[in-house]
């Protein structure tokens, strides 16, 4: 494989990494509820229990200099199959394990056409739209504490 062809994916790849940095950001309260409105537990097995460890944060010199090693950052991972085989990886910063199931419960569903519609439609909209709210309010808040800046010439 070319670092080309890496870089390009297929509209489903790329519709399943929205799908999981949704999951991925939601709050775990925000997650559980939608979770709950689901009402379905499909049987699963658990092949990675959720577990936690540390991944290196990398950062750049103004963005674009050189990296360097930033910090530690907590990090937890589980993988699941359901019955027919589907395989669901959920990931988040942090320490909850629960969340990380759920995510990939969720993962693994939306991979599944039959399911795909329920899920986005019960999990991942509303969650996105949390996350829009929260995102708007952030903006919001910062706008109001722009100063502007500008300079008057004198005349002489």
């Given at each position: 494989?070319?670092a080309s062809?890496?870089?390009?994916?297929?509209?489903?790849?790329?519709?399943?990494?929205?799908?999981?940095?949704?999951?991925?950001?939601?709050?775990?309260?925000?997650?559980?509820?939608?979770?709950?409105?689901?009402?379905?537990e499909?049987?699963?097995?658990?092949?990675?229990?959720?577990?936690?460890g540390?991944?290196?944060?990398?950062?750049?010199?103004?963005?674009?200099?050189?990296?360097?090693?930033?910090?530690?950052?907590?990090i937890?991972?589980?993988?699941?199959?359901l019955?027919?085989?589907?395989?669901?990886?959920?990931?988040?910063?942090?320490?909850?394990?629960?969340?990380?199931?759920?995510?990939?419960?969720?993962?693994?569903?939306?991979?599944?056409?039959?399911?795909?519609?329920?899920?986005?439609?019960?999990?991942?909209?509303?969650l996105?739209?949390?996350?829009?709210?929260?995102?708007s309010?952030?903006?919001?808040?910062?706008?109001?504490?722009?100063?502007?800046?500008?300079?008057?010439?004198?005349?002489?």
């Amino acid at each position: 494989m070319t670092a080309s062809s890496l870089k390009e994916h297929s509209p489903e790849v790329t519709a399943r990494q929205s799908a999981m940095s949704i999951l991925t950001k939601a709050p775990p309260q925000d997650l559980a509820v939608a979770w709950a409105n689901l009402s379905y537990e499909p049987e699963h097995t658990v092949i990675r229990p959720a577990e936690t460890g540390l991944v290196m944060v990398r950062g750049r010199t103004g963005g674009t200099g050189a990296p360097f090693n930033m910090c530690e950052a907590t990090i937890t991972r589980c993988v699941i199959a359901l019955e027919d085989g589907t395989t669901g990886f959920g990931q988040a910063l942090g320490r909850d394990k629960q969340k990380v199931l759920r995510a990939a419960l969720v993962d693994a569903l939306w991979q599944q056409p039959e399911h795909r519609s329920t899920i986005e439609e019960k999990i991942l909209q509303p969650l996105a739209d949390l996350q829009e709210q929260a995102e708007s309010k952030t903006r919001a808040e910062v706008a109001a504490t722009k100063v502007d800046f500008f300079t008057m010439v004198r005349g002489e």
